[in-house]
């Protein structure tokens, strides 16, 4: 099961410099810090395509972009918000928190991990890139279906090589995941007690590996159509268009909960420390979350209801679907018990913990409602769509992403950061985030199209208030970076257990971890949930 | 002991690859498979010879339709088409004959498959075909020039509201180890 002997572990204390450091970089802090830095760097860009899209849609008619450019920048903002911010983000701060949750020295393959975080910044840059060739980037939407994506220019060629590498790097570092999780726990760190957030990440990381190659076979599909002659998704050539959706969405729904399951983990860990109880119902998490994966390969067809599927197929995605919302509510549920009667204090972590349950609820109910067969026929591809995902991504990913890196800021720095600032982070994404998604309801219900870059006139004031709120949600994330940045300088010293329900491993080490922990594993008694009842020996050097 | 833990995180590895390996054959193998589904449940089965309108319809009297004929080609494939005539008049429960022509403009021999298709779309239900050349592929030699005859009847039970149907054919390109002409 788990180790004891470590010493395949260099015992270097030596601690690289300059770019060294971060080129060559194995230390799992490092490569943790490198992901995240890059995730949110791509937050930033995908945030300012976004903020174009908003801007075109801010008058009906067409201001600043034409409908091609416009294509390019809502596909372009999808994927990289998806493979660039939020995949990426969860990955780094997986590479950060995991070997120190369960007592590893580090990741278990560190030169591999190096590379899935190294082929990020090509990807990306392919990504990008298609811009500026001949016909532009890709314009088929995040989802290329064909034949739209057999038909594009170049730029679609760079986006498929750019899935490649991508899809090589998340299942690299997939693999690092599941082998850390699996082999490298310390003694007493058991499978039935290791932190959720331990369990959400290894799950994900399965999904990751079953899903992505899936992907890699779509969009490989998709080149050989264009340049080898294949007829796969070509209707002249005998093949059809729907397989794609098919083999598309047979990855993207997983991916939906790759996304979603680590920001569970997440909040799990969070609102047992701010609540200062126990996570009510740990054992029932860790089934909910496994159901959750399982359920998520049966689901797929719940995309495509459009597509003139016989009725007995809708039926099954359909209620296959809605079984998804009792795991899934299982865990609402348990995240409101843990904090029921619980001594809790609202800092910065726990206030988008509890955004997070707020808004997550309510794009996962949006969620129910496009499950209905019914229902989604008239949805289907309309903005009441991208209210609903963007409910589930931003409210959900995003916020337990910034829960996450204000809870271990202080285990990771050694410093506090802003808790003024971190406050008005919140309630200002708050608002603005209700701001800008809420009308999106109201505009699919009355049946705007998602990806036009021109409306009817009756859709105006809407779409102004949601402008208006991307603007101001954008300008709030400049608050995040400038709380991080400031504390990272000037922040106050940080105890080594900033919060006083932080009772899992991670707490137990020195503040800044050190550049090497657990170089020796500890001896650990441990309850459900990673809360470490005692721990005995456990070296750092 | 430290080598050990390395042979086990390498048997894991080499599972989780295989496993990677597996799903990437996955996606292609559900090219076939859906292939087989589609053929199983007559999915895609887009077309099929008709029957010719039952006994009950008869007693709904004939009424006047216009008929609009049409052709498209996907860009890049060989095939020139048309209808002789583009608009008639007819009578439902009356037998219509046409003509569309044709041609393989390419020099090679290929096999092509017309795909009718319907505006309003509901009005495929009560057009009847009984001779068209879309009920089979078609082979074609170089440069050839065919006519064929069509001969259809739309079903007098055609809803009220259709007084003008649009049949349009679009021809594809079988490929040639699908062709079986």
Known sequence: MAIAGLAAVPQQSHRPHGWRRWLFATNHKDIGSLYLWFAFCMFLVGGVLALCIRAELFRPGLQFFQPELFNQLTTLHGLIMVFGAIMPAFTGLANWMLPLMIGAPDMAFARMNNWSFWLLPPAMALLLLSFVVPGGAAAAGWTLYAPLSVQLGMGMDLTIFAIHILGISSIMGAINIVVTIINLRAPGMGMMKMPMFAWASLITAYLIIAVMPVLAGAVTMVLTDRHFGTHFFNAAGGGDPILYQHVFWFFGHPEVYIMALPAFGIVSQVIPTFARKPLFGYTSMVYATSSIGVLSFMVWAHHMFVTGMPATAQLFFMYATMLIAVPTGVKVFNWIATMWEGSMSFETPMLFAIGFILLFTIGGLSGVTLSVAAVDVQLHGSYYVVAHFHYVLVAGALFSLFSAVYYWFPKMTGKMYSERLGRLHFWWSLLWFNVTFFPMHFLGLAGMPRRIPDYALQFTQFNQIASVGAFMFGLGQLIFLVNILYSLRHGKTAAQQPWEGGNTLEWRLPTPAPYHSFSEAPQLDVAENGVVVAMQGGKHG | ?181
């Open chain 2, 1 to 181: 002991m430290a080598s050990g833990m390395q042979a086990a995180n390498l048997t894991l590895l080499r599972r989780l690859l295989l496993l990677v390996l597996l799903m990437f054959g996955f996606a292609w193998g559900l090219v076939p498979l859906y292939r087989v589904i589609c053929e199983v449940t007559g999915l895609n089965r887009v077309v099929v010879a008709d029957a010719m309108p039952g006994r009950d319809a008869a007693q709904v009297a004939a009424r006047p339709v216009v008929l609009q004929l049409d052709a498209m080609v996907q860009p890049g494939l060989p095939w020139q088409v048309r209808p002789l005539q583009s608009r008639l008049q007819v009578k439902t429960g009356q037998f219509i004959q046409l003509q569309y022509e044709l041609r393989n403009n390419s020099r090679q021999q290929v096999v092509g498959q017309a795909i009718p298709r319907y505006l309003p779309a509901e009005a495929a239900a009560y057009v009847k075909k009984l001779e068209c050349f879309c009920l089979r592929q078609q082979l074609f030699q170089p440069g050839e020039t065919r006519r064929f005859p069509v001969v259809l009847v739309i079903d007098r039970a055609l809803p009220a509201a259709i007084d003008s149907i649009t049949l349009s054919y679009s021809v594809f390109d079988v490929p040639q180890g699908e062709a079986r002409p």
